[in-house]
């Protein structure tokens, strides 16, 4: 008796469930992600060899080309805290929808009275908005001195509860503490970067970060720096 020819199939694969795992995954980044704003000025700091990225526990200080300050914290949390404490002491009141823009921002020059009317603006009026002088550090009025006064508190607040919840966990606790850095165009004048010094050294602040970029364009955060 002859064999029976079974005829052969090519395998086929149904793609639908992971068309829909697809579409899934695309559908939950769009709703969850959180755009970076755009900086309110760009520096072109000068390059070196360092390879030590910046961590998110920073008080970053910007200082651009015409020496405008700028004032910044990559913790949005601590971001916050702070401009709670600067309304108070300076008696300037935002709302929520200001307050939820100004977690987003990367950083910021202008004086706190003028700071409410600057996070209504538009992204783009925010590039041309006036009166942009920087954030205020001479003696009379050192505005930049309160705002890492309170960014640091909360930045060194969130460090100490992180490290409690740990020690409580019986986990490795691997936080750092809060650290400081200057972000200075390579054109600025010295004796622009020299008033940022000043306000760190008056303040005890003695060992910060001076951020480079890399030949490629990168920016990096150089060796600190001792004063």
Same mark, same amino acid.
């Given at each position: 008796m002859g064999k029976i020819k079974v005829a052969k199939h090519a395998p086929s +694969?149904?793609?639908?469930p992971m068309v829909d795992l697809?579409?899934?995954?695309?559908?939950?980044?769009?709703?969850?992600?959180?755009?970076?704003?755009?900086e309110p000025v760009v520096v072109d700091p000068p390059a070196s060899h360092s390879e030590k990225t910046l961590p998110e526990n920073t008080v970053l200080v910007t200082v651009d080309n015409i020496g405008r300050a700028f004032f910044g914290i990559g913790n949005g949390e601590a971001k916050i805290a702070a401009l709670d404490k600067i309304s108070k002491k300076y008696n300037v009141r935002f709302n929520a929808d200001q307050i939820k823009k100004f977690g987003g921002l990367s950083s910021f020059g202008? @004086?706190?009275?003028d700071l409410?009317?600057?996070?209504d603006a538009s992204e783009a009026e925010r590039l041309k908005f006036q009166p942009q002088k920087g954030v205020p550090l001479d003696s009379l009025n050192n505005q930049l001195k309160d705002w890492i006064t309170f960014g640091a508190t909360e930045l060194n607040a969130i460090y100490m509860r992180n490290k409690d919840d740990a020690t409580n966990?019986? +986990? @490795?606790?691997?936080? @750092?503490?809060?650290?400081?850095? +200057?972000k200075a165009d390579g054109k600025a004048k010295y004796i622009y970067v020299r008033d940022v010094f000043?306000?760190?050294?008056?303040?005890?602040?003695?060992?910060f970060n001076l951020i480079t970029s890399m030949e490629g364009g990168e920016t990096k955060a150089a060796a600190p720096a001792k004063h």
């Open positions: +694969i149904d793609m639908t697809a579409f899934l995954l695309v559908t939950f980044f769009m709703l969850t992600a959180s755009f970076r704003m755009a202008v @004086e706190v009275k409410p009317r600057y996070l966990k019986n +986990i @490795e606790f691997k936080g @750092e503490k809060p650290r400081y850095a +200057i000043k306000t760190f050294t008056d303040m005890k602040i003695y060992t």
